[in-house]
């Protein structure tokens, strides 16, 4: 299957800073990738749908202010968490979508730890 | 999309089958059945989908009932490395834009 990478794999950082989370399609380009977040023992939950070229839409109860998504390019797309809080601690995991769902490739998924 | 049942967890002695339920009672008639699969700590991995016919590939086998109101997903020779959280999908296939909605899936546990 194609490759999906993320970087960083973890970062911690203070609370009030920011942070930019790089999801790259290595094989592949990706019209669209969607961007998840997962706390411990709970599942994924669907952040924002991030389209190339234009403005990324955000489900509902997550603020766009906050998460920032940039998708630049067909093979790159980027998270910025604006002024971080510890409850923003979490799993961030992005996808690369080829043709379907069946072709939703993952990330390996960033750490993100907010002190 | 349909919201779909797992039982939470489930355990399978290695090298047996292990077969893993989801109730989709709601599921509409152009609506697929996916499964992903998260080992701890990764992003999830694509295993199979099907619509209404059975569906077998290298990883796994998809029974799906008469009525498509329940499917099981069936790993025929678990290995270790087959614990991992199973999720089981229901939605519309949009092409790029289909969104998957992860519930809180199964967690399948592969003992010696």
């Known amino acids: 299957g194609a490759v999906v990478s993320q970087h960083p794999s973890w970062v911690i950082c203070k609370s009030g800073t920011s942070v930019k989370i790089e999801c790259r399609s290595l094989?592949?380009?990706?019209?669209?990738m969607f961007w998840y977040r997962q706390f411990p023992k709970q599942s994924l939950m669907l952040m924002a749908t991030s389209n190339e070229g234009s403005k990324a839409t955000y489900e509902q109860g997550v603020e766009k202010d906050k998460f920032l998504i940039n998708h630049a390019s067909l093979t790159l797309s980027t998270l910025t968490v604006t002024s971080a809080h510890p409850e923003d601690s979490s799993f961030y995991i992005c996808s690369g979508v080829l043709r379907g769902p069946w072709e939703q490739y993952f990330g390996p998924g960033t750490r993100l730890t907010v002190t | 999309d349909a919201k779909t049942t797992q039982p939470p967890s489930m355990d399978c002695a290695e090298g047996r089958a292990a077969n893993l339920p989801c109730n989709h009672s709601?599921?509409?008639?152009?609506?697929?059945g996916y499964w992903y699969r998260q080992i701890h700590s990764q992003g999830p991995q694509y295993i199979i989908h099907?619509?209404?016919n059975n569906e077998t590939n290298e990883m796994a086998s998809l029974i799906i009932t008469e009525d498509r109101k329940s499917s099981t997903l069936i790993l025929p020779h678990a290995t270790l490395r087959d614990t991992a959280v199973y999720y089981c999908?229901?939605?519309?296939?949009?092409?790029?834009?289909?969104?998957?909605?992860f519930g809180t899936g199964t967690r399948l546990q592969v003992t010696l």
């Open positions: 999908i229901v939605t519309l296939n949009t092409g790029t834009a289909s969104k998957l909605t």
């Open positions: 709601t599921i509409s008639g152009n609506e697929y």
């Open positions: 099907g619509l209404k």
């Open positions: 094989d592949f380009q990706a019209t669209t």
